[in-house]
């Protein structure tokens, strides 16, 4: 999120306000470490750190508790040598992996090698091991390190005015306190911290929170560079003076170093931008001692990080013109029936929809009727709660559609139109343990 502020004006402003940076130095006393690729790699970590929230914010995004001292989110971005590309590979923090041998920050006992989750890397070693630890594992060298916290990241997203997030169904996380409905939502800081911490709101954990995170990721660039505060320079010092104080980054992250991914972000646009999980073998590897921890796909992985090495993109290329890529829905379109009501005064708005659904795989009953009252807003799916996820499935084809459920209605399900101009986005079913593909940032955000 630092780079957001390097993007606006110059040298000389920057270099006053970059005093305020906390610095740390994880690549102290490192050797043997993974020859240099091209392009520049930058090890962004988010921690659980919680010191400055106010206590009304505590009560309100449930950030009480002690901390665990970890990390929280564990990214690689990559910038491509020319500044026309970055890449986001997210790394499960319940990553399998063996620390090298290290000393305990706490405790200044000495370890040797052992087993552990990946996210512990930092409450035993704090950044040093943490970027040893995953040096050893991606064989990739890492440039720079940027660490932000709770805080510094709900002021980022407040000074940006809030991000755009689009959830398909509605999203309640007990734990988190996040609660959404099914549409379009202006996140502000706290309820964005929220969306991204929340692992408990669907069945894929840890994996489903990482592919929200990059969905973030890919409304806040889009944010950023869309809103002008890139271009701003009032805007420009506000983003400055709320991020810079309060993240942590490397010794060697200097003034022209923010300069140059700034000005290189300001020509980023999501379709430049991609998104990728390490490829996993194993989501629930149970490790003696550890309990279930996720194992990385050896030779898949490898490829990936050897790409990154050679700056090569990972998304195969996808002419401009070609639609969004299919999204995986647990039940095979082909399998649910629905039947559309027309809800608005458009008389053709019934079919259109019907023909998109169709298309896509669904099994579309019947043609489209007219409701008499042409009252809806919001376009909504009427399902029965035991074809919960045939509804799921529907809703995720429907980007901002309600899901509003009625005991009753049998396995045909109900699609109201409304007038918010819900479009058809393609889905297909998922093969079972597949993998999350390689994204551009335009198939991540909101379409």
Not at 235 to 240: A, E, G, M, P
Not at 346 to 351: H, R, V
Not at 370 to 385: E, F, Q, R, S
Not at 414 to 421: E, K
């Amino acid at each position: 999120m630092m780079v957001l502020a390097a993007a606006g004006i110059g040298h000389a402003v920057l270099t006053g306000l970059d005093q305020d940076i906390a610095r740390v130095d994880p690549f102290k006393d490192m050797k043997n470490r993974p020859a240099a690729g091209h392009g520049m790699n930058v090890l962004l970590v988010g921690t659980d750190g919680r010191d400055g929230i106010t206590e009304e914010d505590r009560r309100a995004y449930r950030l009480g508790g002690t901390p665990c001292n970890c990390t929280d989110t564990i990214m690689i971005v990559h910038l491509s040598a020319d500044r026309d590309r970055a890449t986001v590979v997210s790394l499960p923090r319940d990553s399998y992996t063996r620390l090298p041998e290290h000393t305990d920050r706490t405790t200044g006992q000495r370890h040797g090698p052992h087993p552990i989750r990946l996210n512990a890397a930092y409450a035993e070693g704090g950044p040093n091991l943490t970027v040893r630890t995953i040096e050893e594992m991606t064989h990739l060298k890492i440039d720079h390190y940027l660490e932000v916290d709770f805080v510094s990241f709900m002021k980022t997203v407040d000074v940006l005015g809030g991000v755009r997030i689009c959830t398909p169904q509605s999203m309640k996380d007990a734990y988190t306190g996040l609660d959404l409905p099914a549409g379009r939502h202006l996140l502000g800081g706290g309820q964005a911290l929220q969306y991204v911490r929340s692992r408990h709101v669907d069945g894929a954990s840890d994996v489903g929170r990482m592919q929200r995170q990059q969905t973030f990721v890919a409304a806040l660039l889009d944010r950023a560079t869309s809103s002008g505060v890139l271009l701003n320079p009032m805007k420009f010092r506000d983003v400055t003076q709320a991020v810079l104080g309060s993240v942590r980054a490397d010794l060697g992250f200097e003034t022209d170093d923010m300069l140059d991914l700034g000005r290189a972000m300001r020509h980023f646009t999501p379709h430049s931008s991609e998104f990728a999980t390490v490829p996993l073998q194993q989501v629930d590897y149970e490790v003696k001692g550890l309990g279930s921890t996720v194992k990385w796909d050896e030779a898949k992985a490898g490829a990936l990080f050897r790409a990154l090495r050679d700056d090569k993109p990972l998304a195969p290329p996808r002419p401009r013109e070609q639609g969004p890529a299919a999204v995986p829905v647990d039940v095979d379109p082909r399998q649910i029936r629905v039947r559309v009501e027309n809800g608005t005064d458009a008389k053709d708005a019934g079919k259109r929809l019907s023909d998109a659904l169709t298309a896509t795989g669904f099994r579309v009953v019947g043609q489209p009727t007219d409701l008499p009252n042409h009252a809806a807003g919001h376009t909504v799916i009427v399902y029965d709660p035991r074809w919960n996820r045939s509804a799921t499935a529907l809703a995720t084809a429907l980007p901002g559609s309600e899901l509003r459920p009625t005991p009753g209605q049998g396995p045909t399900l109900r699609l109201i139109v409304g007038t918010d101009g819900a479009k058809v986005r393609p889905v297909r079913p998922t093969q079972p343990q597949e993998q999350q593909p390689v994204l551009t940032g335009d198939q991540v955000a909101c379409s």
